[in-house]
């Protein structure tokens, strides 16, 4: 299976705008193009360098949650809450070295994990004290996909 690296820069990335302190806000969304399908493995890699409007990096307390908003429908389904504790202070070098890689991978908790098909989104929400400002110059988010 080919490997597709999302990034908030892509294409198919969408900035919904920028976050809330203290609430869960979405930020981000990937919509998988025409013809296409994305399967966010269980494991995946996952690489996180977010700031806020001051440019200091988001505090170790922040929460990413990862959702499944499928086409037509207006709600979205829970996949993942990961803390930003394990990507604080590490570069973006550093989250792919397989020294941290546990702390730094997408957990789904279901084998093989969740299939997204043309239309299709997956969708990033953020939770901390702070305002996440996803247009910082050093901002970096990166989720690898498989295409089936």
């Known amino acids: 299976m080919r490997e597709r690296k999302l990034l908030h820069t892509s294409e198919e990335a969408k900035i919904l705008g920028t976050g809330v302190a203290n609430r869960k806000v979405s930020v981000l969304e990937f919509v998988v193009p025409e013809g296409a399908t994305y399967l966010l493995r ?3 890699q996952l690489v996180m ?3 806020d409007a001051g ?3 988001l505090p170790p307390s922040s929460f990413v949650y990862l959702y ?3 086409k ?3 709600g979205e389904v829970f996949l993942t809450k990961q803390s930003y504790a394990p990507f604080f202070d590490l570069s973006a070098g550093e989250q792919r070295n397989d020294k941290f890689a546990k702390g730094t991978r997408v957990d789904l908790g279901v084998a093989p994990g969740a299939r997204f098909t043309e239309g299709d989104a997956i969708q990033v929400w953020v939770e901390s ?3 996440v400002d996803l247009t910082h110059a050093n901002t970096r988010f990166e989720l690898t996909v498989g295409l089936e």
Do not use: Q, W, Y
Request: charged residues 40%.
């Open 72 to 74: 037509g429908e207006d």
């Open 68 to 70: 499944k908003r499928r």
């Open 55 to 57: 440019g200091s990096e």
């Open 42 to 44: 269980n494991a995946a």
């Open 49 to 51: 360098k977010l700031f």
């Open 129 to 131: 004290p702070a305002v």
